[in-house]
C-alpha cells in the first residue's frame, strides 16, 4: 500500500473479491479497505478469505448487504482491541 497514491479516506472504492468460486465486487470507503487489509494480515488470511468469513456469517443471519456486514465486522474488531 505505500506506493498506492494517498485517497481520501472516504472515498469509496469498488473492488473484485472472489467468494466461495464468484466474483462480485464489494464497495467501500478507503478507509474500510485499509483496515480490513490490516486484519487480513494479522489473522494470515487473503481478503477473499476474510470476506468470505465474514459473507458465510452474514448469510446464518441475514442483516443487510455484504458492504455493510464487512463495515460492522472491521467495527467489531476494533471494539475488540
Given amino acids: 500500500m505505500a506506493n498506492e497514491p494517498q485517497l481520501h479516506q472516504s472515498a469509496i472504492r469498488k473492488r473484485s473479491v472472489l467468494i466461495s468460486g464468484h466474483r462480485t465486487s464489494i464497495s467501500l470507503e478507503q478507509a474500510f479497505w485499509t ?33 455493510s456486514a464487512i463495515r460492522v465486522y472491521i467495527l467489531e474488531q476494533l471494539d475488540k482491541n
Avoid at 44 to 60: A, F, P, Y
Fill in 35 to 67: 483496515k480490513l487489509r490490516e486484519i487480513c494480515e494479522q489473522r494470515d488470511k487473503s481478503i477473499n478469505q476474510m470476506v468470505t468469513e465474514i459473507d458465510n456469517d452474514r448469510l446464518e443471519t441475514p442483516n443487510g448487504n455484504l458492504s
